[in-house]
């Protein structure tokens, strides 16, 4: 059974470099548990590299992730594969694997030599397929999908995982409108109803405003800022950390923060200047 | 509640018992049947073929000791260490072939054609012209020449993440310095040596003896054992280094741990008969379309090793009357051509393989 209280993840003092190229420094980070954050950042500035330290892909160079107070380098890989699963940003799937096949390995760190297809392993494969809206194409290779469909089979591999914490690096990439929305919707309704806690990664500020509890907004391997939408997007950070101009209006959908970017050939016209009118 | 449950999924089905539960492709089944029946075939012919022809039925009674002495001596001593050696030496490449095609998701990445074989080859070559190590013996030379290959290829290619290609581009580069080595050492040799390293080289099973069938009994069952214990690692690992670790696979452990398997298997094969090419590419590959697999499956891999080097051998030993023809000029022709065929449609579907 889950425990109560969701487990917590923790970066402390963390450093990671590629070679001797360093990318992170000193950064200190708790992923709130029950909680859905959404980290933001321009490209390069170290959000898949945070990510995929928190799943122990990349060892560091200084201080340590920890689930419940123990270094996730000192825990069995097995055990960690039960409690935190990641999805990276562009996996790849041999040739030929089909979407099956490809989701039922996500139960492996819930398998054994006697224990190989189990009732719960179907039934969580079953379900993440179902979920993803991926049931129809389960039969057919990966290969041959659509970049969206294979993002989808993807995803349903993490969530066959079936882990409290997840790691998504940009879930929605390669996505039409509607399974972004789709994806968002779900990793919600995991969160809500299954008290998963997920971190992700997304370049759409507005969605990040909609879906998150929590936003860590990145620069150069720092953390800038962090908290909830409402109180932290303002233009200020958006033009500290992607360099951009822009209006935060609120979401007449959500009545989060949304960030409207000006660029170079338009003005904010007046009524934009103001919170949107909410009748 | 039913003590045995199956349940039919497209493909393959799940079997269960209590708490336990496993999965049978039952193609994958059939074909490893049909490959092990077809296999103890090519073993039988090959115990009953020669200048003193046997029939099947007392090869097989002769099998469970049950026969003259004569034909006792002649299959016992003469015809079984050569027909094991076939069997092991096919089994081992197969599934090598299996294990570095899986791991690196590209045909190519064979041990014959990454220089493991020349590697282990240059090695005995190298001790049987210079004269050295004569006491460790070709097995021992083999495993270290192969093993050392593999090391450096992993060191030159793998460290930076698994590409396939990176791969085939340092191990051929690394397989051509072992043959200019082992040419090398071919013209110091004198005319006798020259001709008995030519016929090693070449790959064959002319002088097979029980000398040989033992180690290489213990290294493929010791191994093989390791394969199969690996082999839940393998299946995560084609996913790549990361989507392994985020399921639970010690990669730094597994992956080494992988390749030193598969380079070992070549290696004693390879020390027992030579590099027989082009099996350990082509075996996981039939194996693969056989089965309908998206990638070698390991088992089948070395089931079809194993019966296209007796094949091979029966071949070699018909086609030119009277002359034991070693088993790499018909492998290497048959492979050529397998390989040939691969490359185009590699190249149709423009995926490089
Ligand atoms: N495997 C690697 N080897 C060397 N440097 C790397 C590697 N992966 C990333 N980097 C570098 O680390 C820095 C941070 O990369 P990272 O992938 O974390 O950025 P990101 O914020 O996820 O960007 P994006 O939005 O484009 O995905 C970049 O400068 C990148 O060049
Ligand atoms: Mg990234």
Redesign the interface.
């Known amino acids: 059974m889950r425990p109560e209280i969701a487990p917590t993840l923790r970066a402390e003092g963390l450093a990671v470099s590629y070679g001797d190229r360093s990318i992170i420094t000193d950064l200190d980070l708790v992923v709130p548990p029950g909680k859905i954050s959404v980290i933001v950042g321009a490209n390069a500035s170290g959000k898949s590299t945070l990510l995929r330290s928190l799943a122990r892909l990349l060892s560091p160079a200084a201080g340590q992730v920890c689930l419940d107070g123990e270094s996730i380098h000192a825990m069995p890989t097995r055990e960690l594969a039960r409690m935190v699963g990641l999805l990276p940003q562009s996996p790849v799937a041999p040739e030929g694997m089909t979407v099956i096949d490809l989701v039922g390995r996500g139960r492996a760190p819930h398998q054994s030599w006697w224990r190989q297809w189990s009732h719960s392993d179907e039934e969580t494969v079953r379900h993440a397929l179902e979920l993803t809206s991926m049931l129809d194409l389960a039969e057919r290779p990966v290969d041959e999908l659509s970049g969206g469909q294979r993002q989808r089979a993807w995803i349903a591999m993490a969530l066959a995982q079936d882990t409290d914490i997840l790691l998504l690096d940009e879930p929605t990439t390669f996505l039409d409108m509607a399974h972004q929305i789709e994806v968002l919707d779900l990793v919600m309704d995991l969160n809500r109803t299954r008290g998963r806690t997920v971190m992700m990664v997304l370049h759409d500020l507005n969605q990040a405003c909609r879906y998150a509890d929590h936003i860590v907004a990145m620069k150069s391997g720092r953390i800038v800022a962090q908290g909830p939408p409402a109180d932290l997007l303002t233009a200020e950070l958006v033009d500290e950390v992607f360099d951009v101009r822009c209006c935060v209006v609120t979401d007449p959908v959500s009545g989060t923060p949304l960030v409207i970017p000006i660029g170079r050939h338009h003005e904010p016209r007046n009524v934009a200047r103001h919170p949107f009118p909410i009748h | 509640m039913a003590l045995l449950e199956l ?1 039919r ?3 393959r089905i ?1 079997v ?1 018992l209590g ?5 049978i492709r039952p193609r994958m089944l059939a074909v490893c049947l049909g490959l092990a029946v077809a296999s103890a075939l090519a073993f039988a012919v090959e115990l009953s073929f020669g200048d003193y022809p046997i029939p099947l039925l007392d090869v097989v009674r002769a099998l469970f000791g049950v026969g003259d002495r004569a034909t006792l001596f002649v299959i016992e001593e003469l015809r079984l260490p050569r027909a094991l050696v076939g069997l092991l030496v096919g089994c081992a490449f197969g599934v090598s072939g299996a294990l570095f095609q899986t791991l690196t ?1 590209n045909p190519l990445a064979s041990p014959d054609m990454i220089g493991l074989s020349s590697g282990s080859a240059t090695a005995v070559v190298a001790a049987m012209v210079l004269g050295f190590g004569a006491g460790l013996g070709t097995q021992a030379l083999g495993l270290f020449g192969g093993i050392a290959t593999a090391v450096l290829i992993y060191g030159l290619a793998w460290k930076g993440g698994t590409t396939g290609y990176r791969i085939v581009l340092v191990g051929i580069g690394i397989s051509w310095m072992c043959t200019s080595l082992t040419s090398y050492l071919l013209v110091k040799a004198d005319m006798w040596e020259a001709q008995q390293v030519l016929r090693w080289i070449i790959g064959s099973l002319n002088g097979a003896d029980w000398v040989h069938v033992t180690p290489l009994a213990w290294a493929v069952l010791v191994l093989g054992i390791a394969v199969l214990l690996l082999s ?1 690692w393998l ?2 690992l ?3 280094t ?2 392994a ?6 990669v730094r452990f597994a992956q080494p741990a992988l390749i030193v398997t598969a380079a070992a298997l070549v290696s004693f094969a390879t020390a027992a008969t030579g590099p027989i090419v082009f099996v350990a590419l082509t075996a996981p590959q039939i194996a693969q379309r056989l089965t309908g ?3 070698p499956p390991l088992v089948a891999s070395g089931l079809t090793g194993s019966f296209l080097v007796l094949g091979s051998d029966l071949i070699a030993q018909r086609v030119i009357p009277g002359t034991l023809l070693p088993i790499g000029v018909v492998t290497g022709a048959f492979g050529g051509l397998f390989l040939l065929w691969l490359l185009t449609r590699a190249n149709r579907v423009g ?1 490089g393989g």
């Open positions: 349940t999924q497209p493909g799940a269960r708490p336990t539960s496993a999965v998701r839940r299946r995560l084609q996913l790549g990361d989507v670790t985020a399921l639970g696979v010690p697999c998206a990638w995926s």
